[in-house]
């Protein structure tokens, strides 16, 4: 699932109807508001990334058909790096970004 799926979740489209995707997100290494750390990413205490199944209707990672939670790996270890959102956008760093 690329940003641009995620930002426009809710309307008709492949995403919405081919099954289950797949979301992979860095996780945060700090504790904060949500508007820094983002309301769908749990801080670790390590760098990581976060690999989860989401149900595409309403992107989380529930299933509506039988409210079991879907499949969530944190892989731990993963070195990241943050970056200035101008420079991501000019470096073409970020998935689904038009290059």
Request: hydrophobic share 35%.
């Amino acid at each position: 699932m690329t940003p641009r799926e995620e930002r426009g979740y809710g309307d008709l489209s492949l995403s919405s109807v081919r099954g289950n995707v797949w979301r992979i997100a860095v996780a945060p290494t700090e504790v904060g508001p949500v508007h820094r750390i983002g309301g769908k990413n749990t801080a670790q205490a390590v760098p990581a990334l976060l690999v989860e199944e989401l149900d595409p209707q309403h992107l989380r990672p529930v299933s509506r058909v039988t409210g079991q939670p879907l499949r969530r790996y944190v892989l731990d270890g993963a070195e990241t790096e943050k970056m200035p959102l101008t420079s991501a956008n000019q470096l073409y760093t970020y998935p689904g970004v038009p290059g």
